[in-house]
């Protein structure tokens, strides 16, 4: 019986695992790529490149990649596109989903998410869609602006969308429907939660699975949220305000405790949750890594981010909040992990490999970003031993693995 009782789990593993094929920030939405033999360093002008595309308009949506197809979005004139690759970086398709956001800092917001052979996103316009990832086909659209009677923000929409199971969840930031659960295959609604009645504040969600319950944490405009995942009912709020009301971060969960970061000079907080999920207690406040939308990773009860303002990159213990060391080894910018070390992308265009040592960043290697417009905002993807770099208008690939 225990034998096939792992079994069964085993086989519920993989079944979970196999739904999701890309999702923001990694396997886990915590920036750490499971991908190992990588390089531990680089030659003077970088990895080896293997192809690029310099077509794909503009915007700042990474680049979702799956065992056959690698895709990311952009905006060619006043139209967003979703665009698919093949591995070795011929164009498959490229479906146009309509008018993006074009005011302040243009372009694509969110990355596509790739789950059971199909691509969820969302526009900065409000447009959740769902396509075929063959073709690019729409299976279902809907506007949670207009129909579930959000808010758009002074930015545009920006939400990696989040999936468990049949479930999908967004953030539409109304005063009634702020959090929405959908049938992910139909796009009907499950559940509203009023939330705290905030509008979305950029921030791509996590789900928490506990004994007692899921738990589906975000952020609003003033506020962290806990909301029970299987019913919408608000189970506790926190609060979160900073100027201009951008919470781009995605949480971290771990151990029983729960960090969040928004830039401003806000920095993060640690929250501990209670075990059932009903709760939560604040533990400790460190304004010095108030990273803006660069994202931190944990890695051996230490937290990696850079600050708001490009005065160093910072190291933090997740325990406690105390800066164990900070240094200046790039601009500030965004940050993920993979096979024990820190790959972090410098809004000034610098890509630098650094280890995490017990008592600094050393720096290993560094390359300029040769290719692409605009800003370097968006997040870095490992897999399949690769480096997906976009920059404006230019999707790059490099070779970084043994």
Same mark, same amino acid.
């Given at each position: 019986?225990?034998?096939?009782?792992?079994?069964?789990?085993?086989?519920?593993?993989?079944?979970?695992?196999?739904?999701?094929?890309?999702?923001?920030?990694?396997?886990?939405?915590?920036?750490?790529?499971?991908?190992?033999?990588?390089?531990?360093?680089?030659?003077?002008?970088?990895?080896?490149?293997?192809?690029?595309?310099?077509?794909?308009?503009?915007?700042?949506?990474?680049?979702?990649?799956?065992?056959?197809?690698?895709?990311?979005?952009?905006?060619?004139?006043?139209?967003?596109?979703?665009?698919?690759?093949?591995? /070795?970086?011929?164009?498959?398709?490229?479906?146009?989903?309509?008018?993006?956001?074009?005011?302040?800092?243009?372009?694509?917001?969110?990355?596509?998410?790739?789950?059971?052979?199909?691509?969820?996103? !969302?526009?900065?316009?409000?447009?959740?869609?769902?396509?075929? &990832?063959?073709?690019?086909?729409?299976?279902?659209?809907?506007?949670?602006?207009?129909?579930?009677?959000?808010?758009?923000?002074?930015?545009?929409? &920006?939400?990696?969308?989040?999936?468990?199971?049949?479930? !999908?969840?967004?953030?539409?930031?109304?005063?009634? &429907?702020?959090?929405?659960?959908?049938?992910?295959?139909?796009?009907?609604?499950?559940?509203?939660?009023?939330?705290?009645?905030?509008?979305?504040?950029?921030?791509?969600?996590?789900?928490?699975?506990?004994?007692?319950?899921?738990?589906?944490?975000?952020?609003?405009?003033?506020?962290?949220?806990?909301?029970?995942?299987?019913?919408?009912?608000?189970?506790?709020?926190? /609060?979160?305000?900073?100027?201009?009301?951008?919470?781009?971060?995605?949480?971290?969960?771990?151990?029983?405790?729960?960090?969040?970061?928004?830039?401003?000079?806000?920095?993060?907080?640690?929250?501990?949750?209670?075990?059932?999920?009903?709760?939560?207690?604040?533990?400790?406040?460190?304004?010095?890594? /108030?990273?803006?939308?660069?994202?931190?990773? !944990?890695?051996?009860?230490?937290?990696?981010?850079?600050?708001?303002?490009?005065?160093?990159?910072?190291?933090?213990?997740?325990?406690?909040?105390?800066?164990?060391?900070?240094?200046?080894?790039?601009?500030?910018?965004?940050?993920?992990?993979?096979?024990?070390?820190?790959?972090?992308?410098?809004?000034?265009?610098?890509?630098?490999?650094?280890?995490?040592?017990? &008592?600094?960043?050393?720096?290993?290697?560094?390359?300029?970003?040769?290719?692409?417009?605009?800003?370097?905002?968006?997040?870095?993807?490992?897999?399949?031993?690769?480096?997906?770099?976009?920059?404006?208008?230019?999707?790059?690939?490099?070779?970084?693995?043994?």
């Amino acid at each position: 019986m225990r034998i096939l009782f792992s079994l069964l789990t085993l086989m519920l593993s993989v079944t979970v695992m196999a739904q999701t094929e890309s999702q923001w920030h990694g396997p886990n939405r915590d920036g750490i790529y499971p991908d190992k033999n990588l390089l531990k360093s680089w030659p003077a002008e970088g990895p080896k490149l293997l192809w690029r595309f310099d077509e794909i308009g503009t915007g700042h949506a990474s680049a979702a990649v799956t065992k056959d197809f690698i895709y990311t979005a952009g905006v060619v004139g006043l139209n967003g596109f979703i665009f698919c690759f093949t591995p /070795d970086g011929k164009l498959v398709w490229k479906m146009p989903y309509g008018e993006e956001w074009m005011e302040s800092w243009p372009g694509t917001r969110s990355t596509p998410m790739i789950n059971d052979g199909k691509i969820y996103f !969302l526009s900065g316009m409000g447009k959740l869609m769902c396509l075929n &990832t063959q073709n690019g086909s729409l299976v279902w659209t809907i506007n949670i602006l207009n129909a579930l009677h959000g808010k758009n923000i002074q930015w545009g929409l &920006t939400e990696n969308l989040l999936i468990d199971g049949n479930t !999908l969840y967004c953030t539409p930031g109304g005063p009634d &429907t702020n959090v929405v659960a959908m049938d992910k295959n139909s796009g009907k609604t499950i559940w509203v939660s009023k939330g705290n009645g905030e509008k979305s504040a950029y921030c791509s969600p996590i789900l928490i699975k506990l004994s007692a319950r899921n738990v589906f944490v975000t952020q609003t405009e003033n506020s962290i949220l806990g909301i029970d995942a299987g019913t919408g009912k608000l189970l506790w709020r926190h /609060d979160q305000p900073n100027r201009y009301s951008v919470h781009a971060n995605t949480p971290i969960f771990h151990d029983g405790n729960l960090f969040c970061s928004s830039g401003y000079g806000k920095g993060g907080v640690m929250l501990k949750l209670a075990a059932d999920g009903s709760s939560v207690q604040e533990v400790w406040r460190n304004s010095n890594m /108030d990273n803006r939308m660069g994202g931190f990773v !944990l890695i051996n009860g230490r937290i990696y981010g850079s600050d708001d303002n490009g005065k160093a990159w910072y190291c933090l213990d997740w325990a406690t909040g105390k800066v164990i060391f900070s240094e200046k080894i790039t601009g500030k910018g965004s940050i993920i992990s993979a096979d024990g070390m820190l790959y972090c992308y410098g809004d000034n265009g610098e890509i630098a490999l650094a280890e995490p040592t017990p &008592t600094g960043f050393k720096k290993i290697s560094s390359f300029k970003v040769p290719f692409g417009t605009d800003q370097h905002w968006a997040h870095l993807v490992i897999a399949n031993g690769r480096l997906y770099v976009r920059h404006g208008n230019s999707l790059m690939v490099y070779q970084i693995s043994l």
